[in-house]
T-cell receptor
Framework: DTAVSQTPKYLVTQMGNDKSIKCEQNLGHDTMYWYKQDSKKFLKIMFSYNNKELIINETVPNRFSPKSPDKAHLNLHINSLELGDSAVYFC?????????????????FGSGTRLTVV | QKEVEQNSGPLSVPEGAIASLNCTYSDRGSQSFFWYRQYSGKSPELIMFIYSNGDKEDGRFTAQLNKASQYVSLLIRDSQPSDSATYLCAVTGGFKTIFGAGTRLFVKA
């Protein structure tokens, strides 16, 4: 069973289009994330949800809108796609850090969605 | 100023040698420190974490943390060609985890 699954794995689309990426985790984790990894492999946080509540919203264009219908799902919708949006987008999840023992749990990443805007 | 810095490499070591990967961070309030391995075209996978000053060993991997110097490192003993990957340092404080840009490691057979 895949722990964190993202769809689609590849997405090629034209500038100006609107697209969505879906993410689901079956680990029972409370917190989910979207990260963007650019061509230089730099992994940058975009959003984080804890039990459906937005807790991290980094400086990301308004064209990006996350939605978490429940704590097992976190989707990313992108409006008016631009060339600079081309990257690999990773969904991740982690257990909420509720106890001192939780602090080493780290993230479980999905397999990534390679978005190419042409 | 970057919050988590790593030498991008590539770091090239012969098979069987020790590979030493380094990372510095800027936030003194950081609490947990992680090393992830990312093979080309794959997602990052957690290999080590450390939260106390000193060394932590797990198999061929040793993580070292020096909070006074704001420095964390990863040693890979008896390096194998299968260790060739990008190694990402990640630092957590509160809700946020910041990743470094990664160091590419090549282990030559």
């Amino acid at each position: 069973d895949t722990a964190v699954s993202q769809t689609p794995k590849y997405l090629v689309t034209q500038m100006g289009n609107d697209k969505s990426i879906k993410c689901e985790q079956n680990l029972g984790h409370d917190t989910m994330y979207w990260y963007k990894q650019d061509s230089k492999k730099f992994l940058k946080i975009m959003f984080s949800y804890n039990n459906k509540e937005l807790i991290i919203n980094e400086t990301v264009p308004n064209r990006f809108s996350p939605k978490s219908p429940d704590k097992a799902h976190l989707n990313l919708h992108i409006n008016s796609l631009e060339l600079g949006d081309s990257a690999v987008y990773f969904c991740a999840s982690s257990q909420a850090i509720l106890t001192w023992e939780d602090r080493g749990l780290g993230y479980t990443f999905g397999s990534g969605t390679r978005l190419t805007v042409v | 100023q970057k919050e988590v810095e790593q030498n991008s490499g590539p770091l090239s070591v012969p098979e069987g040698a020790i590979a030493s990967l380094n990372c510095t961070y800027s936030d003194r309030g950081s609490q947990s420190f992680f090393w992830y391995r990312q093979y080309s075209g794959k997602s990052p996978e957690l290999i080590m974490f450390i939260y106390s000053n000193g060394d932590k060993e797990d198999g061929r991997f040793t993580a070292q943390l020096n909070k006074a110097s704001q420095y964390v490192s990863l040693l890979i003993r008896d390096s194998q060609p299968s260790d060739s990957a990008t190694y990402l340092c990640a630092v957590t404080g509160g809700f946020k985890t910041i990743f470094g840009a990664g160091t590419r490691l090549f282990v030559k057979a």
